[in-house]
Nanobody, 121 residues
C-alpha cells in the first residue's frame, strides 16, 4: 500500500496550491483520509480530514482557506489551499485509515512521503 503526495512548491503569500495524494494497493473509500503538516523540530499537526461520507473537519488555523476533497474514482484525496501565509510553510503529509478519531496522527495506519510547501512573504 502506498500513498503518493504531490503538488507542493514555492508560492508567494496570498497564493494557492493544490495538494494531491493518490493511493495504491488498496481502496480507502470507506476510510477517513487526512492531511497533516510538520515543521522541522515540531510535532506533526492536523490540518484537515474527510470521512467516507464526505464529512469534513478542519484545524482552527485553516479558517476557511483550505478545502479537502476526495476523488473516489482515483482513490485520492486533495487539499486546495488558498490565501496561503508564510506560517503555512511545512511538509504536508497525507494519511489514511484512522479507526478512532481523525485528528491524532498516531491513529493513522498509512502515510504518504510528504510534500514541501513554502510560502514566501
Amino acid at each position: 500500500v502506498q500513498l503518493q503526495a504531490s503538488g507542493g512548491g514555492l508560492v508567494q503569500a496570498g497564493g494557492s496550491l493544490r495538494l494531491s495524494c493518490a493511493a495504491s494497493g488498496r481502496t480507502f473509500s470507506r476510510n477517513v483520509m487526512a492531511w497533516f503538516r510538520q515543521v522541522s523540530g515540531k510535532e506533526r499537526e492536523f490540518v484537515a480530514a474527510i470521512t467516507a461520507g464526505a464529512s469534513t473537519l478542519y484545524a482552527e488555523f485553516v479558517n476557511g482557506r483550505f478545502r479537502i476533497s476526495r476523488d473516489v474514482t482515483k482513490n485520492a484525496v486533495n487539499l486546495q489551499m488558498n490565501s496561503l501565509k508564510p506560517e503555512d510553510s511545512a511538509v504536508y503529509y497525507c494519511a489514511a485509515d484512522s479507526p478512532v478519531g481523525p485528528v491524532t496522527a498516531p491513529n493513522y495506519a498509512y502515510w504518504g512521503q510528504g510534500t514541501q510547501v513554502t510560502v514566501s512573504s
